[in-house]
């Protein structure tokens, strides 16, 4: 089974804070995602990445950036956080094919003060 | 702007009935449409996918998909109080690795 792994369940953190929201895969799989949910606002791209070191916007990357040095591993970065990041964060992962599906992290449900 | 459209609901069925979910896309190029299942609380979880025009069938749930009308839909069968649930419907975005997704319906089985 595919696994995608989030490291925090919940997170609560400050105004103005870095924050880091880290995501791991085991399938060896090309694409990573990183997606906000809202309520009434669905599912909305943040960032993605096709490979290693290679990431491109998604619908809403203010205040967002992420890194991507191992194939595994990709990080969601928010500079200096701020009430309006209060969300839940969804990682997810696919591989590049036409009809691959994506496959979700549990979530990490961020509260920022 | 490629979109995804679902109707919010909530869509009330009674339990045993059948559940119809549609969704209809912009993008006349998307090749592959996903259905994912969200509880309260928790992350999507893929119940379907569908890649060629008509029908394909899985347990009580089918897809169906219409290219030429821009729409799909998942119908679910001998409806369960546990099938209650968010039902996102996500489309393969042509020339791009995204997925965009619908903000969901809502469905409740009332027992």
């Known amino acids: 089974d595919v696994k995608v792994t989030q490291s925090s369940r919940y997170l609560v953190k400050r105004t103005g804070e870095k924050v880091f929201l880290e995501c791991v895969q085991d399938?060896?799989?090309?694409?990573m995602f990183w997606y906000r949910q809202d309520p009434g606002l669905g599912l909305r791209l943040i960032y993605f990445?096709?490979?290693?070191?290679?990431?491109e916007k998604g619908d809403i990357p203010e205040g967002y950036s992420v890194s991507r040095e191992k194939k595994e591993r990709f990080s969601l970065i928010l500079e200096s956080a701020s009430t309006n990041q209060t969300s839940m964060y969804l990682c997810?992962?696919?591989?590049?094919?036409?009809?691959?599906?994506?496959?979700f992290g549990s979530g990490t449900q961020l509260s920022v003060l | 702007q490629k979109e995804v459209e679902q109707n919010s609901g909530p869509l009330s069925v009674p339990e045993g009935a059948i559940a119809s979910l549609n969704c209809t896309y912009s993008d006349r190029g998307s090749q592959s449409f996903f259905w994912y299942r969200q509880y309260s609380g928790k992350s999507p979880e893929l119940i379907m996918f569908?890649?060629?025009?008509g029908d394909k069938e899985d347990g009580r749930f089918t897809a169906q998909l219409n290219k030429a009308s821009q729409y799909v839909s998942l119908l679910i069968r001998d409806s369960q109080p546990s099938d209650s649930a968010t039902y996102l419907c996500?489309?393969?975005?042509?020339?791009?690795?995204?997925?965009?997704f619908g903000t969901g319906t809502r469905l409740k089985v009332l027992a």
């Open positions: 990445s096709y490979d290693v070191k290679m990431k």
């Open positions: 569908i890649y060629s025009n």
């Open positions: 996500a489309v393969r975005a042509s020339g791009t690795y995204k997925y965009i």
């Open positions: 997810a992962s696919s591989k590049q094919g036409v009809g691959e599906k994506l496959f």
């Open positions: 399938m060896d799989h090309e694409n």
